[in-house]
């Protein structure tokens, strides 16, 4: 049986995670020894590992603790993780996208910027530089933002 600390060294995690992963219920003390120190297995240490490399690739640790239940009744979990991963991808090439767009404005916006002299605030403009591409925007027309 193993103590927090020496589960936290097998399973290549700081205490604190393991704690944790415990206060969420991903996993659950085999006993407790006299003194209040709850005790593990080996397997946990096994399961902490798995739980580590599954946050590696992006799923969440309610999607995790979904995964491990259906393994803990026996049940394979492959086609929910299949169609979880899939739907982050698809996420994720949204957000990538938004982020290559917002890279083009501001690469946009520092080129038109390194022509304009600097501005003081003078009530009506707080910054110029800013407020600028504010008015360009507004010539253009609008899109609906999903």
Request: hydrophobic share 35%; proline share 4%.
């Amino acid at each position: 049986m193993l103590t927090v600390n020496e589960l936290a060294i097998q399973s290549d995690a700081p205490a604190h995670v393991v704690r944790y992963y415990v206060r969420i219920g991903l996993i659950q003390p085999a006993g407790q020894q006299e003194n209040g120190y709850r005790l593990f297995t080996s397997h946990d240490a096994t399961r902490i590992r798995f739980i580590r490399m599954a946050k590696h690739l992006g799923f969440t640790l309610n999607e995790i603790k979904q995964i491990t239940r259906h393994g803990d009744m026996g049940e394979s979990p492959c086609d929910d993780v299949r169609k979880i991963i899939q739907h982050r991808i698809q996420e994720n090439r949204v957000k990538i996208e938004e982020m290559m767009k917002l890279q083009a404005r501001m690469e946009q916006a520092l080129e038109q910027w390194k022509l304009m002299p600097n501005g003081i605030p003078d009530g009506n403009s707080v910054c110029h530089l800013i407020e600028s591409i504010e008015s360009n925007e507004d010539k253009q027309p609008c899109h609906a933002e999903s």
